[in-house]
């Protein structure tokens, strides 16, 4: 028998070199930089370390980690107009003749930093006046080389384009399109439901087709989602938080987890027979067991939970049919025992067969994702983000960028599986039973085994269909 899960139990939702200018904030000189990067330093000091000079460029894992942790301290638009601001000024690029050669060599690194910054941040140009700092700076330089301007356009190009896609309905938001439950009755109506056994009767290709999902809902999320979903006010900043957009992308994936679970359970509580019930539930079975050899973490896990809330996991004569061996077997790679540790060394030989990966279906590797929020949300509270002496704690955002670098590498896989979109469609919109429609499904198929299931039995009924 499967271990039982409540609908309560469901998800809700580098190194630096030294650039050549004095440190900042009355900060004696080394003590913030230790082995080459930074471990704590103040907002200033860690603003100037990402701005480019003719003979400096900070490191890529810089770049990523500052970008990612600043918004908590600072707003993208303020922090670009700051970084424009120190070029400007350093670089002297408001003087009437500008030094040729200088300028030479600082430009492609300039163009290089916002290449990098609205390639992997580009939600934080939907300001239009950001789009005014980048033109700004940037037309200061082309009169030294129509290449750069060239450059800009092609940067801009791209940009747009990002955020147009973003602002067309693309996201996972505009294909749900069921996503609250239904409970008006015990078996919906043929017109608005078809068994997923009748769309799709082979695990493998179901597991591929659920892998198609998880990237495409996987490719909306944007890195800042991490840092703005455990966002707070920063204690030395004013009294308004820094930031206060929603995370869409990252609730509705989240989402998405639960609406599978909720279709895996309605699934399985539909057919009238038990005999049906057990071909369903082993057919779900073998499912999560593919997506675990395809490295479909995520899927796994909803598949595993939608089989063991309650009122799948109390239909015992369907149970009794199942050959529960290869479930078990998936049900202790996910045991949460030990802080998920089986789960963990899967994930690390995914991971590590990614890394080494000869083929596309190689690199597929979709994280268990609420327990990466978990772990992003305990490392958010664990460590300060600042230390008492007010300098940013910039050794805790350099493993907060390593979890999420490590997620953003994966969602950016292509699926190399063929999509099926009558097979998709049916996943996205197929109805699903609400907590009581569940239950009240699971009392028709196996009756009541006590007076608690008979009274709520008994409720249901009068709730939902109308009869006593």
């Known amino acids: 028998m499967p271990r039982t899960l409540n609908t309560s139990d469901m998800v809700t939702p580098g190194s630096l070199g030294p650039p050549p200018t ?6 004696p000189a080394g003590q913030s930089l230790l082995d080459g990067a930074p471990l704590s330093a103040s907002l200033d000091t860690l603003i100037q370390h990402l701005v ?20 908590l ?55 239009e006046s950001t789009i005014g700092h980048l033109k700004d700076v940037m037309g ?42 239904i409970s008006y009755r015990t078996k919906p109506p043929a017109s608005i439901h078809r068994e997923l056994l009748g769309i799709c009767s082979d695990p493998y290709t179901l597991a591929q087709q659920l892998t198609h999902v998880e990237l495409e809902r996987l490719r909306h999320i944007g890195p800042e989602e991490f840092v703005q979903a455990f966002v707070n006010k920063d204690p030395l900043a004013s009294t308004k938080p820094c930031f206060s957009e929603k995370t869409t992308n990252l609730e509705a ?5 639960n609406r599978l679970c909720y279709l895996v359970a309605t699934e399985i509580c539909m057919p009238a027979k038990k005999k049906q019930r057990a071909q369903v539930v082993e057919f779900f079975i073998d499912v999560a ?88 949300y305990f490392l958010n509270e664990g460590c300060a983000n600042r230390l008492p002496n007010g300098h940013v704690n910039f050794e805790k955002f350099l493993e907060l960028a390593k979890q999420v670098g490590e997620f953003i590498t994966w969602k950016q896989v292509e ?24 239950y009240l499904a699971s009392y028709e198929s196996e009756s009541p085994e006590n007076q608690t299931e008979k009274e709520r039995w008994k409720s249901l009924r009068s709730s939902i269909l109308g009869k006593t």
Request: with cysteine; proline share 7%; net charge neutral.
């Open 415 to 438: 699926c190399p599986f063929e999509q099926d979109p009558s097979i998709t469609h049916y996943l996205h919109t197929a109805p699903i039973f609400s907590e009581d429609g569940l």
């Open 22 to 27: 004095e440190p900042t904030d009355g900060e």
């Open 73 to 127: 301290f600072i707003e993208p638009q303020e922090l670009l107009a700051r970084v424009c601001h120190l070029c400007i000024e350093q670089q002297q690029l408001d003087q009437p003749v500008l030094d040729k050669a200088r300028v030479q060599k600082f430009g492609p690194k300039l163009l290089q930093l916002l290449a990098e910054w609205t390639e992997t941040f580009p939600r934080d140009f939907q300001e």
């Open 140 to 181: 200061r330089i082309a009169p030294c080389d129509e290449a750069y301007r060239k450059r800009m356009h092609q940067l801009l190009q791209a940009l747009h384009q990002k955020l147009a896609a973003q602002g067309q309905g693309q996201g996972p938001e505009a294909v749900l399109g069921a996503d609250k439950p």
């Open 289 to 376: 067991r593919e997506c675990f050899n395809i490295g479909n973490f995520n899927s796994l896990m909803a598949i595993i939970s939608g089989m063991n809330m309650s009122p799948v996991s109390r239909l015992k004569k369907t149970w009794a049919k199942v050959k529960t061996a290869k479930f078990f077997i998936l049900e202790h790679q996910m045991d949460p025992t030990g802080n998920f540790c089986n789960y963990r060394t899967a994930l690390r030989g995914a991971a590590h067969r990614s890394l080494t990966a000869h083929s596309s279906r190689e690199k597929i590797v979709i994280p268990f994702f609420s327990l990466l929020i978990k772990d992003i």
């Open 52 to 71: 480019p000079t003719t003979d400096y460029y900070p490191e890529k894992a810089y770049i990523f980690t500052f970008l990612l942790s600043s918004r």
């Open 253 to 257: 994936y989240v989402k998405w987890f």
